[in-house]
Structure formats: C-alpha cells, structure tokens
C-alpha cells in the first residue's frame, strides 16, 4: 500500500493488521474452531475393504475399479496387500492386480507387505509406496501376525530398511487404537508408544486405526491428545470404521485437533471379522460428503466416487454402505 | 465445553412410527412406550393428532394415550397440528403438546398448504389454548439445514422462525434438519444465527441421518452449547423425500456417542437395545441403529 503509515493501512485492511500481528487474530475473532483447509483421503476401498468382504473378487474387477478411483481426484489408493495367501486368499492376486492398474499421475498407489518376503515381491511387481501395521494390543498382534509387538517391530525394521534402500516411503498404521476385539481398553500411552515406534524407525506417516469402531469422540480425543506428545499432527492420519456408526463424528474430532489425513472405504466396503454382519471401514462417500459441506477441500469429485461405488457393489451384489450413495440414488 | 447432562427426546414412537411403511397395531405401540419409559428416558413422543386422513399410522392416537403406562418424571408430547387436535389430545390426557413450522416456504405450502406466516397465526389458538390449560407447547422448524423443494435454506429464516415460535410461548425449539442434508459446516452456520435470536437454553437439534451426518452434526451442536437431543429408537423412521433412505437417527447410537464422551443421559443402553429390537420384530426389519447391529462383545 505504498507510503501510507501503518496505523491507516490497519485501519483499511484487516488482513494486515492479522499479517502484521498473527497473535491478534485469536484475540479480536470469536472462539472459531479451526479445520484443515486441505484433507487428504486416503482410500482403502480396494485393499482394506475387499479383503473383508465375503465374495471374492476377480482380478479384473478390482483392477477396474482402482482405476475408477484413479479418475475421482484421490491421490492415495491403497491397491492390495503382499500377505501370504493362505491368510488372505481375496489378496492372492496381488502381483497382477498391481501390474494391471494404469496408474494416474500424481496417486500413488501403497501395499500392505508385512515382511521382507512381502515386500520384495510387492517391489518385483512394480511398488513405489509400502504400509506396515503394527497394534497398540499384544494378544491382538499375537492373533493377528503371530507375534508380539516388539517382534513385528523388527520384521518392520528390516522393511524399512530395504525400502530406504530404494527411496520407498513406508505409512506405519497402528490396530487398535480405540479398543482391542480381545484386550477391551487400550490405553492412550500404548498407543502412543506403537505409534512413536513406527515414526522412529522410519514411517513417514502413521494411521491411527480404531479396529473395531468401538472409538468416540471422547476416547479419540484422549488417544490423540497422548500420541501428540510423541508423534507430530502433520505425520498422523484417522482410520475410523463405522461398526458403532461413530467413524464421522470421531473423525470430526480429529480434525479439530489439527489431522489432515483420513482413511476410508469406497461405498464402505468391508465389513467387520470381529462383529458378524456388521459394517466396518467408513464409506469415502460420506466423509467427502462431510468434508465438502465443512468448506474442507479434499480434490476429491464425490459423484465420479458413487460411480466406481456404484460399480464395486453391483459386481459384488451388495448395497453400498455409503448413506450419501443412498440418498443420492433415490429421486425426490 | 460440552454439557454435562445430555436430555435425549425419543420420537420414535411419533416421528419413527409415523414414518415406517408397515403400521403398528395399537398394543404394539403401547407396549414400546412403556419399553421406553423403563430405559430412563425422559421425554418420549407418544402420538400425533393430526387428521388420520393425513397420517394413518397415527390413527389410534386416543388409544395410545389411554393405554400407555405413564411413568413418574417421564413426559409424554404429542403432536397437535391445530386446535381440534389439541382438544382432542388434553381429552385424551396429553399433559404436553409440540407444533411445527418450517423454515421454508416452500415446504409449508407443500406440507400443509399454506406460508409458514400463515402456519404460525393457526397456532397462535394453539397456544392460547394451551396457556390457559398450562399446557407446555414445545415447536420444532423443519427444513433447518435444506429443503427438499427450495434446496438451501437461509440461517436467517431459521432463525426468524425459531425466534417466532420462542415468542409464542414454545418452551423449547427443535431445530430439524428433515433430510438430513446438514454438515457440521452448515449446522454451525445455522446455530449460529439462530442463538442470536433464541436462548442456547431452549434449543434442541433434531437431525436425520439420510447421508451418515447425523452423529457429527449432533456433536458440533453439543460443543454450541446445546444439551437436547431428539432421535428415534432404532433410528425407525425412514426419509419420505429419499425413498429407501434412512431418517432419524437412532437413540442407541447418539447415546453411544454422548456416554462416550462422558456426558450423562439417564438412559441404559441395554434395556433401549431391548426396546429397539422388540419394535424391530414387530416390523419385520432391521435396526437401523450401528450400535445395535454391531454383535461384537467388548
């Protein structure tokens, strides 16, 4: 604004006053509570939510619809899982589902590889982003990979450090963060001590994943309150299933503490292994939904996400999870 | 900071009932209330007297009312659209009433074919009525986050139209969001306007979940200071503007959330699971409630 003193540039402009004294904003503006202006969504449809569903899907099927998600704006598609296929026969196809996809400039396209044997095959055919997961339970961790926590630690270590080796990003996610199928109440500290392990040994990024969805706001608030003190915000995601319809409202929650990533299913695919016939990841659809309403930009166009929704659920012949999707369908 | 105390209406056996394709026999409804009032809820909506021209489901309402077992410290509203239907609900031993508008205009020509002005002078006999009675009258605003005809809707309307019914005499004013289209973005937008012009105090949120916001859009409402809540049992009720879409939000998820947080309801979530799952028999349909679809034993 030229020569003009500052006392008059204050007064004609209140971004200047905020620019030239940040710490007056909160001081003259109303208590407002603070969000994100950006959200990443990370989508787990095609991994986490096929790999719980009943029917298995073809190869084909699943390659088409990672690139259905390829076009909908996401830039995080969680396309398979290198896991042995004695325990996750719906993943067997891992090598070819990662070959097939054509992948979108600008998505990066991550695997679960639970070990190094995982990993080299997930690499062999073409991988450039892995995930590990960890758990804030030990009988969970022991039931789920066999051993314990501080085991499945050293597995990871050795992942990480082939994947440094070759400029791979590795998410760390941690099970359980609200409560464990087994071990009921898992305490924040625990949590924070498996998420800080993950960070310290090389994730660039730590999903805090409440397995069952057994979370609210209340212990999502808590458990957040406590990672933050081991684990920077900017480094931390939400994986929120909706089993107790609560993944939105706790989702809520996490953004008001400042996370900006959040994990979540196309049409809500997956259900729960530890709550028959219940629902499990929370639909993509209905957190854009939120997110868009909130001004929250997420690049994401939600009606090209009902589409590949749309498409997914009628190849599995199964509504979808997704209220919005619903609501959407229906004519007034 | 969230309120400590959280006072949950039940509207499933009015709005839910009301709402549900399959009508309920009249000792069926009776015997959910009476379910009802055993979870510890305070405040259950019993019936509506509207026309049963226009609402069959509620046809029974007198019945209804006379064979409920009403239980000491729980109130029983019911809807009553004029004032033939106030005199037949205080009649039939209604000690509590609620009246609508809506924030659209559109909507109310739709619904009840006239202005919302227009809407609001028929229920000043309402009130009057109701005053000399010493009736308690609480009003609810449709449409308060969207309309399903004018799409948006203004947080100045809603907030004009709650102010009208505050000054009335409406003890307490339920904002709805009818179709559910709210998000925590629009549902501080509206409150705000609205707290501006009616006591945080004597406002309540009444949200449908059609598209999954209902929970989230209940907690920003809580952290605005609200502390009444309306939702239906088994989230009964579907949305008659998205055919095959869901309405209310179900009781035992929101006091899932609220217990989660620490807040008191007075409600035992297992005896309202109980109460939800004979309702559901009686229907022949599935909860619409997560908590009480969820077997999982923690």
Aim: with cysteine.
């Amino acid at each position: 604004m030229g020569n003009f003193p500052t006392a008059v540039k204050h007064c004609l402009s209140y971004e200047q006053l905020i620019k030239d004294y940040p710490w007056l904003r909160g001081w003259l503006q109303e208590e407002k509570t603070k969000y994100p202006e950006f959200v990443k969504i990370v989508e787990v449809g095609p991994r986490d939510g096929l790999q719980n569903e009943k029917e298995v899907v073809p190869t084909k099927v699943k390659i088409q619809l990672i690139d259905m998600l390829s076009g909908t704006g996401l830039s995080v598609i969680e396309a398979t899982s290198f896991v042995s296929s004695k325990w996750v026969p719906q993943m067997s196809d891992h090598s070819d589902v990662l070959r097939g996809i054509q992948r979108a400039p600008h998505v990066q396209y991550p695997v679960l590889t639970p070990n190094m044997q995982g990993f080299q095959d997930a690499v062999a055919a073409g991988a450039t982003e892995v995930a590990v997961f960890g758990s804030a339970s030990e009988t969970f961790s022991r039931k789920n990979i066999n051993c314990s926590i501080d085991d499945s630690m050293l597995k990871f270590k050795e992942v990480i450090k082939a994947a440094k080796e070759q400029q791979i990003p590795v998410r760390g996610y941690v099970s359980c963060a609200l409560g464990c199928p087994y071990e009921g109440r898992i305490e924040p500290a625990k949590v924070a001590e498996v998420a800080s392990m993950l960070y310290g040994i090389g994730c660039y990024e730590i999903s805090l994943a409440d397995t069952i969805g057994v979370g609210t706001p209340g212990s999502m608030l808590q458990m957040l309150q406590r990672v933050t003190q081991e684990v920077p915000i900017s480094a931390l995601a939400v994986h929120c299933h909706d089993t107790y319809g609560q993944a939105l409202a706790n989702i809520l929650t996490a953004l008001q503490m400042g996370v900006s990533v959040v994990d979540s299913a196309v049409a809500g695919l997956g259900g729960c292994p530890y709550a028959e016939g219940s629902s499990g990841n929370v639909s993509t659809e209905d957190v854009v939904y939120m997110l868009h309403g909130m001004g929250i930009e997420t690049g994401v166009n939600l009606d090209k996400v009902m589409e590949a929704g749309d498409f997914i659920c009628s190849a599995l012949n199964r509504k979808t999870n997704s209220k919005v999707s619903l609501a959407r369908n229906r004519k007034l | 900071a969230l309120p400590e105390k959280v006072k949950i209406v039940e509207v499933g056996p009015r709005d839910g009932l009301q709402n549900e394709k399959s009508i309920v026999p009249t000792e069926a409804k009776i015997h959910l209330i009476d379910m009802l009032s055993e979870s510890g809820l305070q405040v259950i909506e019993a019936t509506s007297f509207v026309s049963p021209k226009w609402v069959p489901q509620m046809a029974d309402q007198v019945e209804v009312m006379k064979g409920i077992q009403r239980k000491p410290g729980v109130t029983y509203p019911v809807l009553t659209p004029n004032l033939k239907g106030f005199q037949a609900a205080v009649k039939a031993g209604a000690s509590e009433v609620a009246i609508f508008g809506a924030a659209s205009e559109l909507f109310s020509k739709k619904n009840i074919n006239c202005s919302v002005d227009e809407s609001l002078q028929r229920f000043d006999e309402v009130m009057r009525a109701a005053k000399e009675a010493a009736v308690p009258v609480r009003g609810y605003v449709s449409c308060v986050a969207g309309c399903p005809y004018e799409g948006k809707v203004a947080p100045e309307k809603v907030a004009h139209v709650a102010k009208r019914l505050y000054a009335m005499g409406c003890y307490e004013i339920s904002l709805g969001d009818t179709i559910g289209v709210g998000t925590p973005g629009s549902m501080v937008d509206m409150l705000e306007a609205v707290t501006r012009e009616v006591p945080v105090s004597a406002l309540a949120v009444h949200c449908h979940d059609t598209y999954g916001q209902a929970l989230a859009n209940i907690l920003v409402a809580l952290q605005m200071g609200i502390s009444v809540v309306d939702s239906s049992v088994a989230g009964l009720g579907g949305c008659p503007y998205a055919q095959g879409a869901s309405g209310n939000v179900a009781t035992e998820d929101v006091v899932y959330m609220l217990h989660g947080l620490g807040i008191q309801t007075g409600v035992d979530l297992t005896k309202l699971m109980d109460a939800g799952a004979f309702i559901c028999r009686t229907l022949s349909r599935k909860s619409s409630s997560k908590v009480a679809q969820a077997t999982c034993k923690l």
